[in-house]
């Protein structure tokens, strides 16, 4: 993948060398990558909501339900920092339990449609013939289901509670990994290298799995991380919809359509939530072009 | 070009059996009984055994034609919605055809809109964005474009609402039947599919002003709006096309959300309502109705897209 730069750096330092010289540059360039993909500002915003996220617990000044009918209505102050809703409860605590349970989903549904649709993808980009015609012919009805249609669906047939509603979103959105794997797989396969692999007698998951897979990894992993961007926004627009978790959950899609009743006299309720979302949303989003500059230099530089 | 036009239209025939199938299988076979869903809606919450013995059950069954093998039962479902038979509402006992097209107008005229308001921010940004790139304006707009690809419609419409409606109240929030009071709800549906067309043109225009043709534009002397209406334009608009048609899908779900933010009727707030109250036949319906909608939508782009392309018009 770096080659022609190894090479580039090399000779304009003066220093002639030759094809076999590369794999000893290579450990020297691998670390500064990771150091200036942890370093990048969407990296540590990201970690931030994370952290936030995991001590959710700690940090909350109030409980996640922890009903305060004197306090109701309050405007954002120092006590409440993102004011209360009509229970009296604090939307700042409630915000971070929702942060929690927004990233589970999300990842939750990228990691089940990054599972099927990778397997799938390489089997059908790699065995090609019968399995692909099958796959993609599934694959294109899948896609015809405009959105979140299929996830709405899915919850509809399922029940709507928060465990579907993470299948849902999460076999929606299979067809997109597996189109991206099978069009990877494709090339990958007519490579020497596995050709070489199948002349020898290497089984063929043996082969998808050692020589096909390391090769899709680094694309599968940007665009899972953009996945579960799209994931967590879904999932939030189906709780909204009252399709996901049940009140008294703090969910942030729930809290946004909680506000929507006060809106006039409480902004705050809905405000907040919804800004968590676009503020986690954004985040993972330019974390993910970071690692596509970090992964694929090639991609980033077009 | 026909014959390929003739594939086109044909691929959609698998396609529409893939889909209807889908939703009948999710449906029919996946989820509880629907007998046992049936005795349970109309009994009214009593334990279904109290009101229904096993003959009744038998007898429904029987009378459902759910007694058929899986094939028979698809296939007659197919053929009774070919004749605009989507059978009858748990619920309401309603027929499920005459819901959704007392709905579907509603929806319709919504993402309809809101792919306008898509299409008229998206392109004109686009185009301003495209014509400086790097500049502080081009560098505005493309935060803009990410903000609104990243905020979630559902409270994107209710912060509209706030500042648009409440606090500078410029737009009507309700009512249905005033033509204004579609504004805000498309501005809504249409701010996601915005961004992206804009970002979209704005990366197309900005290439295509580098081209040798439009620099050939210029050493002939063309005024600067001459290249950009007979030279630019055409080129950067033609993709744009393919993007309205993947955006029309967002929009029909979109219309989903912002029929419930807006409290507007819709088939949406249809569907989501027959969904909580585990409304089957309604669901199939309305599933099986969006998702027509869209593949015949991008039918039409697709075909458009054809006419309007000479490079694929006479190949």
């Known amino acids: ?78 006590a409440h920092l993102m004011g209360t809703d009509t229970f009296g409860r604090d939307i700042f605590s409630r915000v971070l339990y929702g942060g929690r349970l927004s990233l589970m989903i999300g990842c939750s549904a990228a990691a089940i449609g990054a599972t099927i649709g990778v397997l799938v993808g390489m089997a059908a980009g790699y065995f090609g013939g ?50 991206l794997v099978r069009s990877l797989s494709l090339s990958i396969r007519e490579s020497d290298y596995v050709t070489a692999a199948r002349a020898t007698g290497v089984r063929s998951w043996t082969i998808i799995f050692r020589h096909v897979f390391p090769n899709l990894r680094n694309s599968v992993i940007v665009y899972a991380t953009l996945n579960i961007a799209t994931a967590i926004l879904n999932a939030a627009g189906l709780g909204f919809l009252g399709l996901g978790s049940k009140p008294p959950t703090a969910e942030w899609g729930l809290m946004v359509a909680d506000g929507r009743e006060t809106l006039e006299i409480a902004w705050w309720i809905t405000a907040f939530p919804g800004l968590s979302i676009l503020v986690t949303t954004l985040v993972i989003y330019s974390f993910g072009e970071t690692l596509t500059a970090a992964l694929d230099p090639r991609q980033s530089r077009q | 070009m026909t014959r390929y036009a003739l594939w086109r239209i044909g691929a959609v025939i698998p396609v529409l059996l893939g889909v209807t199938f889908a939703v009948f299988f999710m449906l029919h076979v996946l989820p509880l009984d ?69 709905q579907y107008p509603y929806t319709i005229r919504l993402a309809l809109a ?17 014509l400086m790139p790097g500049s502080l304006v081009d560098k505005f707009l493309l935060l803009v474009a990410t903000l609104g690809i990243a905020a979630p419609s559902f409270w994107l419409g209710l912060m509209l609402i706030y500042f648009l409606a409440i606090v500078f109240p410029i737009f009507p929030v309700l009512g249905v039947g005033r033509p204004e009071a579609i504004l805000l709800p498309a501005l809504t549906l249409g701010l996601p599919g915005a961004a992206i067309i804009a970002r979209l043109t704005r990366s197309n225009l900005a290439a295509t002003m580098k081209e040798d043709f439009i620099v050939t534009a210029r050493s002939k002397g063309l005024s600067r709006r001459l290249i950009l209406l007979k030279h630019a334009l055409p080129n950067v608009l033609l993709p744009v096309l393919t993007v309205i048609g993947l955006q029309f899908g967002n929009l029909m779900t979109g219309t989903v959300i912002v029929e419930t933010v807006f409290s507007r009727p819709g088939i949406g707030r249809l569907g989501v309502d027959a969904i909580l109250q585990s409304d089957y036949p309604i669901v199939q319906g309305f599933a099986v109705v969006l998702a027509t909608t869209y593949v015949f939508v991008n039918l039409i782009i697709d075909l458009a897209y054809m006419w309007l392309d000479p490079r694929i018009r006479y190949a």
């Open chain 1, 1 to 78: 993948m770096s080659q022609p730069q190894d090479m580039m750096a090399d000779m304009q330092d003066g220093t002639p060398t030759t094809v076999l010289a590369i794999p000893a540059t290579r450990p020297r360039r691998r670390k500064p990558v990771w150091r200036r993909l942890l370093l990048s500002p969407s990296a540590i915003a990201l970690i931030i909501i994370v952290l936030l996220a995991a001590f959710a617990g700690v940090i909350a000044p109030y409980g996640e339900a922890q009903i305060n009918p004197v306090a109701a209505l309050e405007p954002p102050s120092f």
């Open chain 1, 130 to 179: 019968r399995i692909d015609s099958i796959a993609m012919r599934i694959i294109d009805v899948l896609l015809a289901f405009p959105g979140t249609l299929l996830a709405i669906v899915i919850v509809a047939v399922l029940g709507p509670n928060l465990l579907n509603l993470v299948l849902a979103v999460g076999i929606a959105s299979v067809p997109g990994y597996a189109r």
């Open chain 2, 34 to 102: 629907p007998i046992q869903v049936m005795i349970t809606q109309t009994s009214s919450g009593q334990a279904p055994s109290a009101s229904a013995t096993e003959q009744t059950i038998a007898n429904l069954r029987r009378e459902l034609g759910l007694d058929r093998p899986l094939y028979v039962q698809y296939a007659s479902f197919l053929f009774k919605g070919l004749s605009g038979d989507l059978g009858i509402s748990f619920r309401s006992h309603q027929p499920v055809v005459d819901l959704l097209l007392a």
């Open chain 2, 114 to 130: 809101g792919l306008l308001c898509a299409v008229v921010l998206g392109t004109t940004f686009g185009i301003i964005a495209g």
